[in-house]
């Protein structure tokens, strides 16, 4: 994946005192081929590489930041820009209604997101959503019951129906009469591009002359993203797109390349099956997941705030005194579990060989209270130094705690699990080690 390959190539570049035009040439071409295979397109991915180039080299190389430091704020930073900086929201017509037509290949979420937007609409707006996909006849039933649920007004085909052009104009009237002032279109998809399809939406979009078309792009669908977004748009002209799935597997191509190939922002984001589960895109917060780093506004602030001498004696020394105890772990460990449902979180840690590791230590409630009770079980001073919990020390532990000597051994052992990664983010991040989240 894209995160993995900027752990390497940053891996590479850690330690070394000075950014050389060497460094740069390698972290580069790492750089360009990952955007490369995650299909973005070729004229970007030249121009985020020169622009990196450009400041890497135009800078002068602060004293108290890593290589890597220097060079993660920089790719994130171009990152941002390409999928741009600001969230843009949906826009509103000045003359009622509001048209949105949601379009996209079979599966990407269409039905789903419609009724995402209605709900999130339904503060300000009285939103109608409007079956126009005939193609199969469960997708009117998916959405009239998705809106049912989520008290939005529907509006479909009558029995038999077969012209989705015609369901999108009559929507209109419909609206009208019940005083609705956004109408959804949900379109039918298709496995594949087709030209059948499109002249389709061709003709609703002329009939129905939407404020908004979105394009709503599964984020797992990797290499296909941009072909679809391209014919899309040039067949329909886009002006947005919603991003689903991002509650998966962290992937951050489709957004660069979609966002590149169409040239409409990425406006919306889902993140889970809910209706409820629909957020503003956050280009930050993508390119933090893209690169793998949970808090690049905290480097970014450090990396600038770091000039002096002064500063690289002092952070040196806070890692090196910094250590990382079971009672940090047992404070990590219950940060994890507040954060909610382990998958959504593990993809967010800053670091690299978090994910695995937290899978092997299967935080699960009952087994976090046994860990509870291990660390609880044990003094101060062997909280603070582990390495003194010998034979004896772990039976008393385990007896005192209700558990096993083997889980007072695994314990351990996953604590120098953690102490492991804790050192290699203090040396990636020159921070304090803790879990968090991008914001
Ligand atoms: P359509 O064919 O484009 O209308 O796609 P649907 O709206 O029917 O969605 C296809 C499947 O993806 C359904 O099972 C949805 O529940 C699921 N889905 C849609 N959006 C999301 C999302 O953001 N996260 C997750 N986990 N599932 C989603
Ligand atoms: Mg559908």
Request: charged content about 30%; some cysteine.
């Amino acid at each position: 994946s894209l995160k993995e390959r900027f752990e390497n190539i940053f891996a590479n570049l850690r330690g070394k005192g000075k950014l050389t035009e060497e460094d740069i040439n390698i972290a580069l071409r790492e750089v360009r081929r990952a955007l490369l295979e995650a299909d973005v397109n070729f004229k970007v991915v030249k121009d985020v590489v020169e622009a990196i180039r450009t400041r890497a080299t135009g800078r002068q190389v602060v004293e108290s930041v890593t290589p890597s430091q220097l060079i993660f704020t920089i790719v994130y930073e171009e990152l941002v820009r390409i999928m741009g900086d600001a969230p843009v929201p949906l826009a509103v017509s000045p003359k009622p209604p509001t048209v949105y037509m949601m379009v996209g290949l079979q599966g990407s979420g269409k039905t789903t997101t419609s009724v995402k937007i209605a709900r999130r609409m339904l503060k300000g707006h009285k939103p109608l959503v409007v079956a126009c996909d005939l193609r199969r006849p469960a997708a009117v039933d998916q959405l009239r019951v998705l809106a049912e649920k989520a008290g939005v007004p529907f509006f479909g085909p009558e029995p038999g129906e077969r012209d989705a052009v015609a369901v999108a104009k009559k929507s209109r009237a419909f609206a009208e009469s019940r005083l609705c002032d956004l109408i959804i279109l949900d379109t039918a998809g298709r496995l594949q591009l087709d030209d059948e399809l499109m002249c389709e939406l061709e003709e609703m979009k002329s009939a129905s002359e939407p404020t908004e078309i979105l394009l709503v792009v599964d984020s797992m669908t990797g290499q296909e993203a941009v072909n679809v977004a391209d014919a899309f748009n040039k067949r329909l002209g886009l002006t947005g797109v919603v991003l689903t799935k991002l509650d998966g597997d962290a992937r951050g191509g489709p957004a660069l390349a979609v966002r590149a190939a169409a040239g409409v922002p990425i406006k919306l984001a889902g993140c889970g099956e809910k209706t409820e589960d629909l957020e503003l895109f956050d280009a930050r917060r993508m390119a933090q997941r893209i690169i793998g780093m949970g808090d690049m506004e905290g480097l970014i602030e450090k990396v600038q705030s770091a000039t002096s001498e002064a500063d690289i004696e002092r952070m040196t020394q806070s890692l090196k005194t910094n250590r990382f105890t079971l009672e940090d772990m047992l404070v990590q460990l219950r940060q994890i579990q507040k954060l909610g449902p382990l998958e959504k979180v593990v993809e967010m840690l800053p670091i690299p060989g978090a994910s695995k590791a937290l899978k092997d230590a299967e935080i699960d409630p009952k087994r976090m209270k046994q860990t509870e009770a291990i660390i609880l079980s044990m003094t101060p001073k062997e909280r603070r130094n582990p390495e003194i919990i010998k034979g004896g020390r772990r039976r008393r532990i385990a007896e005192g705690s209700g558990t096993s000597v083997q889980m007072v051994n695994q314990l351990l052992a996953q604590y120098e699990q953690m102490k492991g990664m804790m050192k290699t983010f203090g040396k990636m991040a020159g921070g304090r080690g803790g879990f968090k989240m991008p914001r």
